[in-house]
């Protein structure tokens, strides 16, 4: 796999693939021709995959939308990596870059700090 097993883009296919199956699960009606086994999705019960999935897809709308509102205010390379990592399928990352190079402001060739002699 390109992006890893549990990846967005791989449990949104994921779930494309066993929808009524899922669905099955919401209603609480029996499947058959599946045992306990074949009820795993990634090697996750539905129930368990289903809050993976909600928890990563919360995370990656909060990146998305952290990014885009500190946008004017990050260097360019906070908005370069934060952008890859975003769609690199790492939304922590884009989390971390963007909390911590929104409140970084380039001083124009001073030093940060007053050295006393």
Same mark, same amino acid.
């Given at each position: 796999?390109?992006?890893?097993?549990?990846?967005?883009?791989?449990?949104?296919?994921?779930?494309?693939?066993n929808k009524p199956l899922?669905?099955?699960?919401?209603?609480?009606?029996? #499947?058959?021709?599946?045992?306990?086994?074949?009820?795993?999705? !990634?090697? /996750?019960?539905? @129930? +368990?995959?289903? %809050?993976? *999935?909600?928890?990563?897809?919360?995370?990656?709308?909060?990146?998305?939308?952290?990014?885009?509102?500190?946008?004017? #205010?990050?260097?360019?390379?906070?908005?370069?990596?934060?952008? !890859?990592? /975003?769609?690199? @399928? +790492?939304?922590? %990352?884009? *989390?971390?870059?963007?909390?911590?190079?929104?409140?970084?402001?380039?001083?124009?060739?001073?030093?940060?700090?007053?050295?006393?002699?």
């Amino acid at each position: 796999m390109l992006f890893g097993k549990y990846s967005m883009v791989n449990m949104c296919k994921e779930f494309n693939e066993n929808k009524p199956l899922i669905e099955s699960y919401f209603k609480n009606h029996v #499947v058959e021709g599946y045992d306990d086994e074949d009820k795993k999705i !990634l090697g /996750l019960g539905i @129930g +368990a995959f289903i %809050v993976l *999935l909600l928890v990563g897809l919360a995370i990656f709308i909060w990146a998305l939308m952290s990014l885009m509102k500190y946008w004017k #205010v990050l260097p360019a390379w906070a908005k370069i990596l934060g952008l !890859l990592s /975003l769609l690199g @399928g +790492a939304p922590v %990352v884009t *989390l971390i870059v963007v909390y911590i190079a929104k409140d970084s402001k380039p001083e124009s060739g001073k030093y940060r700090f007053r050295f006393k002699h």
